[in-house]
């Protein structure tokens, strides 16, 4: 099992962060890690990030959702442990409420691939999950669904889903989404955006993944 303390350092600094980019506000939104090939650590359910410790980060067993301990995991486990049970290369989940985000996902639009930065971090596209309710069964199962082959979803109605093989890239992700939803957005005044050829988006994406794959194992 990986370093628990330091995952949870990361954990609360990401918290953080969440706040001061503005992609949450006070409780909304969550993270987790993988900790090792059964356990993720996730933030609780309703406690301001800027008052969390490092008690409250929570160890929860992701192929059975059970969690250790008195505190409660976000609401939204359900899908972080989904993620984690169906894409081994995921080690960090971000679910935000990003307003650029947020706002393509209450229009269901489907963002086509408008930005370089996008097709080669995100994927091809950014898909939008059907609407459920949220903490239910239906809305993990379709966000997973959307999230297929993809570093984000829409989650519509609601706000956004983001994974990265390490919080950092996580953190990258949830940038370049905001950047191209908004560009999505303004675009859509200037007669709409015009998309890169979805053959040379798939090509930049899986280039992207095994280019940052192959440095990471240089740098480690």
């Given amino acids: 099992m990986k370093n628990i303390d330091s995952i949870k350092k990361q954990i609360l600094e990401g918290g953080e962060r969440l706040l001061k980019e503005g992609l949450v506000a ?23 990030y800027e008052e969390l410790t490092p008690h409250d ?19 939204e486990k359900g899908l972080h442990c989904e993620i984690y049970r169906t894409r081994k290369e995921v080690q960090a989940v971000i679910h935000t409420h990003q307003m650029n985000a947020s706002t393509v ?5 489907e963002v086509p691939p408008i ?23 239906k809305i993990t199962k379709k966000t997973v669904k959307a999230l297929k082959g993809r570093n984000a979803a829409l989650m ?5 889903v983001c994974v990265g093989r390490d919080l950092e890239e996580a953190f990258v992700v949830c940038q370049v989404l905001e950047k191209a939803c908004k560009a999505f957005i303004e ?4 007669g709409g ?24 194992k240089k740098n480690k």
């Avoid at 992701?62 to 250790?68: C, D, F």
């Avoid at 994927?123 to 609407?131: C, F, I, N, Q, S």
């Fill in 193 to 216: 955006a015009k998309s890169i050829n979805k053959f040379e988006a798939h090509l930049m994406h899986q280039f992207y993944l095994r280019k940052y794959s192959a440095k990471a």
């Fill in 115 to 137: 930005l370089d930065d996008m097709t080669q971090i995100i994927g091809p596209t950014v898909r939008v999950a059907d609407y459920a309710l949220p903490s239910t069964r």
């Fill in 187 to 190: 675009a859509e005044f200037l």
């Fill in 105 to 109: 996902a209450a229009a269901h639009r």
């Fill in 57 to 75: 980060i929570v160890l929860v067993n992701y192929h059975t959702s059970k969690h250790e301990g008195s505190v409660k995991p976000s609401s």
């Fill in 26 to 48: 006070r409780t909304w939104g969550n993270i987790s890690i993988r900790v090792d090939e059964t356990h993720m650590l996730i933030t609780p359910s309703g406690r301001p």
């Fill in 156 to 160: 519509a109605n609601h706000g956004a």
